[in-house]
């Protein structure tokens, strides 16, 4: 049997959280699969489009939806 785990991180709420805040975990979290950021509508298109990261799901309202 083997496992796989795949890491993820709930800011849900988390409204103090900034677009830079968020691009720094983003980029240095490189094994992140999922982040989780309902309620954070502070994070604007320069968080969703300024990481590195491009295996990162992101779950949650973003600017635009």
Same mark, same amino acid.
């Given at each position: 049997?083997?496992?796989?785990?795949?890491? #993820? /991180? &709930?800011?849900?709420? =988390?409204?103090?959280?900034?677009?830079?805040?968020?691009?720094?975990?983003?980029?240095?979290?490189? !094994?992140?699969? #999922? /982040? &989780?950021?309902?309620? =954070?509508?502070?994070?604007?298109?320069?968080?969703?489009?300024?990481?590195?990261?491009?295996?990162? !799901?992101?779950?949650?309202?973003?600017?635009?939806?």
């Amino acid at each position: 049997l083997t496992l796989t785990l795949t890491p #993820t /991180l &709930t800011l849900t709420r =988390c409204r103090g959280v900034s677009d830079d805040g968020a691009g720094l975990l983003a980029d240095a979290c490189s !094994r992140l699969h #999922t /982040l &989780t950021i309902w309620g =954070c509508s502070q994070l604007t298109q320069r968080f969703f489009h300024g990481h590195s990261n491009e295996e990162l !799901r992101i779950v949650g309202r973003g600017p635009t939806q």
